[in-house]
């Protein structure tokens, strides 16, 4: 049994004995490890277990299922499943099934109903199970079963997310890259779906999947029932944390006067810059401490949370002596910071 923080199982299947070979798993699912396991600066992220098909005893129903069971048993802050294969509709059971080398080809394999019965049950000693299905038909991971009289609900237990490359009747499509789904994963796990502070959630990563498909044809699906999200990788951050930390002394939400909460005055003093001043501020020298301060509103206005009052750019609003004043995500950011909540 796993005692981690984080932990993730990775299946790539390419190869079916007597049956035609997929091409990209094996290759993803690689791919998919590698995102996994480390964070961008190449500190340990994940301990992560492999099954690829190039090693056909480790990618038989029971061992597959041993690893599932296994992670799902342990106790973690986090437990990824990423399967990459072909998949079947068991049509006696409705359920979704994906196809191992040594099954017999009449639904057997790994049934996704009975991956989604056991992480639902891992809740609450695994606080976040993330399933990710690089397969056709994977969007109907999650469903109950239609009957006569009920339209298709969710069994999605808490703390359980599914992102799925395709609906219940599409096929998961791929290209010269591997599979389309993944690709566009892959890509947001290296950054591209990171927020400020570098964190790449589940709904972040759907989202950037999301923009780059069409609405027409294979559509990705996104399943959750999670009261907050968990990051998978840390990236880069987009800012200096210490800028971040310090708009609620720039911006004070409980200041004197209510119109200085969202403004900041600026003046000649913060721009460090004397090349192409008004010649009547050359003789007025930066004030080191004002410019370090400047530094950091500079970061913000990069990043959308802060912008120049009655000016193009931070050094007209400096030089013209007018100011700068925060965004709406500005106050998103200054006020979670003033409650204790950025890093929580």
Request: glycine content about 8%; overall charge neutral; hydrophobic content about 35%.
């Amino acid at each position: 049994m796993l005692e981690n923080d984080k932990a993730a199982v990775v299946v790539g299947i390419d190869h079916y004995p007597g049956r035609n070979m997929l091409y990209g798993c094996c290759k993803d699912a690689k791919r998919v490890a590698e995102q996994l396991s480390r964070n961008d600066d190449g500190t340990k992220n994940m301990e992560v277990s492999h099954h690829l098909s190039v090693d056909l005893q480790s990618v038989t129903q029971p061992s597959i299922m041993e690893s599932i069971e296994d992670m799902f048993a342990s106790t973690l802050k986090c437990a990824v499943l990423y399967l990459a294969g072909h998949t079947t509709i068991n049509t006696r059971t409705d359920d979704v099934v994906l196809v191992t080398p040594d099954s017999d080809g009449r639904g057997q394999g790994i049934s996704l109903n009975e991956i989604m019965i056991l992480a639902n049950d891992a809740f609450p000693r695994v606080q976040s199970s993330i399933i990710l299905l690089d397969t056709c038909h994977s969007g109907a991971s999650g469903d109950v079963r239609k009957t006569a009289n009920r339209a298709t609900s969710s069994m999605i237990g808490e703390g359980v997310t599914v992102l799925a490359a395709s609906g219940r009747k599409q096929s998961a499509n791929e290209s010269n890259e591997g599979g389309v789904f993944t690709s566009l994963m892959i890509e947001a796990l290296k950054g591209s779906a990171a927020d400020l502070l570098g964190r790449v959630t589940p709904a972040a990563v759907y989202s950037f999947i999301d923009q780059n498909f069409g609405a027409v044809g294979q559509r990705p699906v996104y399943k959750a029932n999670v009261s907050r999200f968990t990051s998978l990788r840390q990236c880069q951050p987009r800012i200096d944390v210490g800028h971040l930390l310090s708009l609620p002394d720039w911006f004070p939400v409980k200041a004197t006067d209510p119109t200085k909460q969202d403004f900041y005055p600026l003046d000649e003093r913060y721009e460090p810059n004397r090349d192409n001043v008004p010649k009547e501020m050359m003789a007025i020298p930066p004030d080191p401490k004002l410019t370090k301060i400047f530094a950091g509103l500079q970061a913000c206005n990069r990043q959308g949370m802060v912008v120049p009052v009655d000016a193009e750019h931070m050094y007209y609003a400096a030089i013209n002596r007018t100011g700068c004043k925060l965004t709406p995500l500005g106050k998103h950011y200054r006020n979670l910071i003033d409650k204790g909540q950025l890093l929580s």
